[in-house]
Nanobody
């Protein structure tokens, strides 16, 4: 069992940066691959980035590649999403998710555990 709590969301101007954190409970965090997803009201949840259990593999949605960086610290039971050069279209609720699988995964239905989400609003 893994419990996830996101933090770090907020209001930022376009072009700015935010760093999201996801704190995980449970002794098996280091065995879980992690992902970040986002959702806008009325739209489907969208994959943003994923990282393997070891941190050795990462994968990004094309829309954030080169601007966002996912990382993890297994000693701290945490995963991060550094978001730079934010765009208006990055506005969404951001969720972190965990799964056991051993590889990065972009499909949200393959993740077993989810946080409650943190709002990111990018203003012009």
């Amino acid at each position: 069992q893994v419990q996830l709590v996101e933090s770090g969301g907020g209001l930022v101007q376009a072009g700015g940066s935010l760093r999201l954190s996801c704190a995980a409970s449970g002794r098996t965090f280091s065995m879980h691959d992690m992902g970040w997803f986002r959702q806008v009201p009325g739209k489907e949840r969208e994959f943003v980035a994923a990282i393997s259990w070891s941190g050795g593999s990462t994968y990004y949605a094309d829309s954030v590649k080169g601007r966002f960086t996912i990382s993890r610290d297994n000693a701290k039971n945490a995963v991060y999403l550094q978001m730079n050069k934010l765009l208006l279209e990055d506005t969404a609720v951001y969720y972190c998710a965990a799964r056991r699988g051993g590889y990065v995964e972009i499909r949200d239905n393959r993740y077993a555990y989810w946080g409650q989400g943190t709002q990111v609003t990018v203003s012009s």
